[in-house]
Structures are given as C-alpha cells and as structure tokens.
C-alpha cells in the first residue's frame, strides 16, 4: 500500500537463482527511502508434480514443498537485510501467477517485482509465463526481470 513513507513491494520466487537475481536487481535502483515495505511471496503449488524449486537456499534434499519454500523466501528475504524497509515473509498456496497478484491486491503493492524465464522453456511452453500472467494481471506495476545473457566471445 502507497503510504506517506513508501510503497510495499512484492517480491515473488520460486526458489530459482533467477527469483533471486531479481530481488537483487531491485536494489540496484529503487531508492530504499521510497519503500515502506518489502513483501518476498514464494507460492506452493498443491497440484505440482515436482516439488518447489529450491535451487538457492542450503536447506536438505528431503524437505516438504513448503519447507523449501520457506528456505527460499528467507534466502531472498536475506538480500533486504539491513536495506531499509520492513520484511515480511509469505508462502501462500495455490496457483503463482494468481497468488502473487492477489497478495499484491492485498498488500496494496505499488511494485511486482518477478522473475522471467527461471523454469526453462518447456515449462513456459506448456504452463504459461507466471510472469506473462502477473503482468497482464496485477493491481500495479510489475519489473519483470530477465535472465542475463552472457556476452558472445568474438
């Protein structure tokens, strides 16, 4: 919610080093004076067939899908440390791209910050962009952040 002090950002992961590189782009440029609030939302699904992809936190192999989802979003959580805004850590259940735009409803959020092109092609391919639909979806604007491309060697 825009409030005298700032606005609340939502940052969305789904455990992959993409989500995480995009929590790190918002520090980049946003002014830390700006935001009130820093929202990092990681969504299980309860009709995945593989498990919440925690490619980034240290957590064990044999964990429920909410326990890695909890490691992920202290992980991206953990990039805000000592920045400025207040931190909340959400797991919300359900379908990402609806979750994320409804806790962004919710919160009042005046940013979206996702991750695009961190599952792979085939799963873009056959699932939709969570991204594609946050963006086409959401109460407020959304940074879609894109993987970085390495540079071509002459």
């Known amino acids: 919610m825009a409030t005298a002090s700032g606005i609340h950002v939502v940052v ?11 929590a790190k782009h918002l520090l980049t440029f946003a002014d830390p004076t700006r935001i ?4 990092v939302v990681g969504v299980v699904s309860p009709y995945a067939s593989v498990a919440f992809a925690d490619d980034i936190s240290q957590g064990s192999s044999d964990r429920t899908f909410r326990e890695a989802a909890e490691d992920a979003v202290a992980t991206v959580a953990a990039v805000f440390d000592g920045w400025g805004p207040t931190v909340h850590r959400r ?3 359900g379908s990402p791209a609806n979750e994320i735009v409804k806790a962004a409803g919710a919160l009042g959020a005046g940013l979206v910050v996702v991750a695009s092109g961190s599952r792979g092609l085939s799963a873009t391919v056959l699932l939709g962009s969570t991204a594609q639909r946050v963006q086409h979806s959401a109460p407020c604007p959304v ?9 071509k060697k002459a």
């Open 12 to 22: 969305a992961t789904d455990g992959s080093k993409q989500s995480l590189a995009a």
């Open 36 to 39: 009130s609030d820093v929202s």
């Open 91 to 93: 797991i919300r259940s």
């Open 143 to 151: 940074l879609v952040v894109r993987p970085t491309r390495k540079p």
